[in-house]
C-alpha cells in the first residue's frame, strides 16, 4: 500500500517531535529518589509508573514544584497514573520515597516511570469516537497541528528568554563599567591624598623645601 506526501510528514514528524521521557532505576530502603525539570506554564505532564512488589515495604511518590507545593500525590503505589497542569514556567519534581519497618530489613525496588507532557500528553484516541466523526488521519492531522503550535510556542519562549538574558547582559555590562569607573576614581583620589599627605609629612619633618 502507498503512502501520500501527507501521512508521510505526519509519520515523521510524530517520529522526531516527540517528548517522552522513560527512566527506569532501583529504588533502596528508606531512600526517597527526585526527577527535576523545568517546565513551560500551561503544560499538561502525565506519567505511569510501576513498582516493584517487596512484603512489608511501601513507595510513595509527590510532585511537587520549586515553592514546595504539592501538585499530586499517592502513598503505597504499585502500578498506576498521574497527571497535573503547569500554571508558571518552574521547575518541577517528582520523588518517590521508599519506607521500610524499622524491623525489617529492606530490598531495593526496581521502579519505572515514563513520563510525557504537551502534546503526546493529550488523549487523541477520544477522537476517533462516533460523535467526533474523524478518520485516522484526520486525527493524526490535529495532532500535527497541536505539535506545530507546541513548537511556535516552545520558540516564542526561546526568543523572550534569550532577550531577557541579553538585557541581563547588557545591565550587567553597564554595571561592571561603572563600578570599575568607580574604582579608577578613588584609586586616584586615594594616590592623590596620599602624595599630598607625605608631602605636608615631609615639609613638617623638614626633609623637604
Known sequence: MEMDFTTLVVVIISVFVVDVNGIMWKLQPNVQKCLKEELQSDVLV????????????????????????????KEDISRGK????????????????????PQQR?????????????????NYEGLLGEAAKLKPLE???????????????????????????????ESTNS?????????????LGLA?????????????KKLIE
Open 175 to 187: 554595571r561592571v563599567l561603572y563600578f570599575s569607573i568607580f574604582s579608577m576614581c578613588c584609586l
Open 82 to 101: 498521574f497527571s497535573f497542569v503547569t500554571e508558571n514556567y518552574d521547575s518541577f519534581e517528582i520523588c518517590f520515597i521508599s519506607r521500610v519497618p
Open 46 to 73: 502525565t506519567g505511569d509508573y510501576e513498582v516493584q512488589d517487596a512484603p512489608g515495604q511501601k513507595v510513595d511518590y509527590v510532585v511537587r514544584d520549586s515553592k514546595g507545593h504539592i501538585l499530586s500525590q
Open 106 to 122: 529492606g530490598i531495593a525496588q526496581e521502579v519505572s516511570l515514563v513520563t510525557k507532557r504537551g502534546v503526546e500528553a493529550k
Open 192 to 204: 592623590t591624598w596620599q602624595v599630598l599627605y607625605l608631602r605636608r609629612f615631609f615639609k613638617a
Open 139 to 169: 486525527v493524526e492531522l490535529k495532532r500535527l497541528e497541536d505539535l506545530s503550535d507546541a513548537i511556535v510556542q516552545d520558540f516564542s519562549q526561546m526568543r523572550r528568554r534569550e532577550e531577557e538574558m541579553r538585557d541581563t547582559n
